[in-house]
């Protein structure tokens, strides 16, 4: 799947997106966090408080507890400033 | 219902945004416009210049669904949103959110509504440069609270 960062998230994992096969037993958008806090220590900096990272999930607004079987695009960014 | 939505980089002209949503129609009685401008100062603090930055794709979805939801809750004749990417300094424009009706209330709840889903739900992050350092922008509790307010009440 394709994983892409926003913001803080991206400048803390030093990459704006990379291609990424999970294991299988890594099915929600909590347990895909976990698992990338756990890929090395830019990582770990940029997830080290999971309640603050927002997740959308090909384009839509998803919670952690939100499967992310068939998801093509997964992306994670800090809570929105926009307007 | 004229519906445009636009991210671009580039300024946008208000006053004109808000003559081509009327322009031709003579059933229009209201037409409420927001501009949002980069501020030279946050929390007492000195603001040199922001960054917007997004989510392509994402960020016009995201704002079309909630122009559609607009549609759905108020009788609107048109909605204008554009918001803008990348650096801007003191004075400068953001976003517009432009909304047309038959009567004045339908078109400022709506505006609101927009403009509230904008700041807490379409994927912009705002980078701020002041003379100190530059920091990411905290999202505010009373962004939330104020989107709350719209979950809990249909027109």
Redesign the interface.
């Known amino acids: 799947m394709k994983l ?1 960062y ?3 998230v991206r400048e803390r994992i030093g990459k704006v997106e990379e291609e990424l096969h999970p294991p299988a037993e890594v099915t929600t958008v909590s347990d895909l966090v976990a698992w990338l806090a756990g890929r090395g220590e830019e990582y770990a900096y940029a997830f080290e408080n999971p309640n603050v990272i927002r997740a ?1 999930i090909d ?3 998803v919670q952690p507890d939100t499967l992310i079987a068939g998801g093509r695009e997964i ?1 994670f ?7 | 219902m004229t519906t445009t939505i636009r991210l671009q980089r580039e300024d946008f002209d208000a006053a004109a945004e808000a003559g081509r949503l009327a322009r031709g129609r003579t059933d229009i009685g209201a037409v409420v416009t927001f501009a ?1 401008i980069c501020r030279d100062h946050e929390d007492g603090r000195g603001v040199s210049a922001l960054t ?4 392509p ?2 960020a016009e ?2 704002i079309a669904r909630h122009v559609a939801e607009a549609e759905r809750r108020w009788p609107l004749m048109g909605v204008t949103v554009i ?1 803008r990417f990348g650096r801007m300094q003191p004075g400068d424009n ?2 517009l959110v432009v909304t047309a009706s038959a009567h004045r209330q339908a078109a400022f709840e709506a505006a609101s509504f927009l ?1 509230d889903y ?10 701020e440069e002041r003379l100190d350092g530059t920091d ?4 505010k509790e009373s962004d939330d609270d104020a989107v709350a307010r719209w979950d809990n009440q249909q027109p």
């Open positions: 892409l926003f913001a803080w959308a384009r839509r607004h992306a960014f800090p809570p929105m400033t926009g307007g | 949002g917007l930055e997004h989510y794709g994402m979805e995201e918001h953001i976003v403009m904008l700041k807490t739900r379409a994927p912009f992050w705002k980078l990411w922008v905290a999202a």
